[in-house]
């Protein structure tokens, strides 16, 4: 069974890095597009960035120039790099694998079970 375990988050303050790393099993990850979403209290769960089978990165206008997606496909794994995290970066993070898209951002269909980042002011 498809299964993706995140880690990684934590308390920070304004200004400072994170990284968010994701453990994938079940699957065959290298041939799978890969992506990172998040959901603060009160709002709709979104995309942040996905990372295709070739390596080709998309990000939300809100995280681009701060945040970095890669992959490790020997490791199996997914990387969220969060540079100069904002409090409005306060959410739940998710990771995701799916069905990728050429012209958008793919369309997830397994979720991990999500890891708490917050930033504070």
């Known amino acids: 069974q498809v299964q993706l375990v995140e880690s990684g988050g934590g308390l920070v303050q304004a200004g400072e890095s994170l990284r968010l790393s994701c453990v994938a099993s079940?699957?065959?990850?290298?041939?799978?597009?890969m992506g990172w979403y998040r959901q603060a209290p009160g709002k709709q769960r979104e995309v942040i960035a996905d990372i295709s089978s070739s390596g080709s990165t998309k990000y939300a206008e809100s995280v681009k120039g701060r945040f970095t997606i890669s992959r490790d496909n020997a490791k199996n794994t997914v990387y969220l790099q969060m540079n100069s995290l904002k409090p409005e970066d306060t959410a739940v993070y998710y990771c995701?694998?799916?069905?990728?898209?050429?012209?958008?951002?793919?369309?997830?269909?397994?979720w991990g079970q999500g890891t708490q980042v917050t930033v504070s002011s």
């Open positions: 079940g699957f065959i990850f290298r041939i799978n597009v």
């Open positions: 995701a694998t799916g069905f990728q898209s050429d012209s958008s951002f793919m369309r997830p269909t397994f």
